[in-house]
């Protein structure tokens, strides 16, 4: 079993930059690969960022060049997002692989406002 739980989720206004946390317990050398996802209102889970082993990085789209991701020893992993914009509005999930099973943190929640 894999706890996450994120935390540095925040109000900010455009142009703002904020950085997630997401810090795992439990059997942490089980985890292969980490992500970030968002859940914006109304719409589907997505995929924001992920790093993968051997320290391959992924980002979608609509990111990219504004966000970070990076993961430390003990797999406590970041997401650094810069310039965000209104359209980055959503609860944020930090994501775990292992073997044969996904874990989910509960969320934090980016609001980006004027």
């Known amino acids: 079993q894999v706890q996450l739980r994120e935390s540095g989720g925040d109000s900010v206004q455009p142009g703002g930059s904020l950085r997630l946390s997401c810090e795992p317990s439990?059997?942490?050398?089980?985890?292969?690969?980490m992500g970030w996802f968002r859940q914006a209102p109304g719409k589907a889970r997505e995929r924001v960022a992920q790093i993968w082993s051997r320290d391959r990085r992924e980002y979608a789209e609509s990111v990219k060049g504004r966000f970070t991701i990076s993961r430390e020893h003990g797999n406590k992993l970041y997401l650094q997002m810069n310039n965000l914009k209104l359209e980055d509005t959503a609860v944020y999930y930090c994501?775990?692989?292992?073997?044969?099973?996904?874990?989910w943190g509960q969320g934090t929640r980016v609001t980006v406002s004027s």
């Open positions: 994501q775990a692989d292992v073997l044969h099973a996904t874990y």
């Open positions: 439990g059997n942490i050398f089980d985890i292969i690969n």
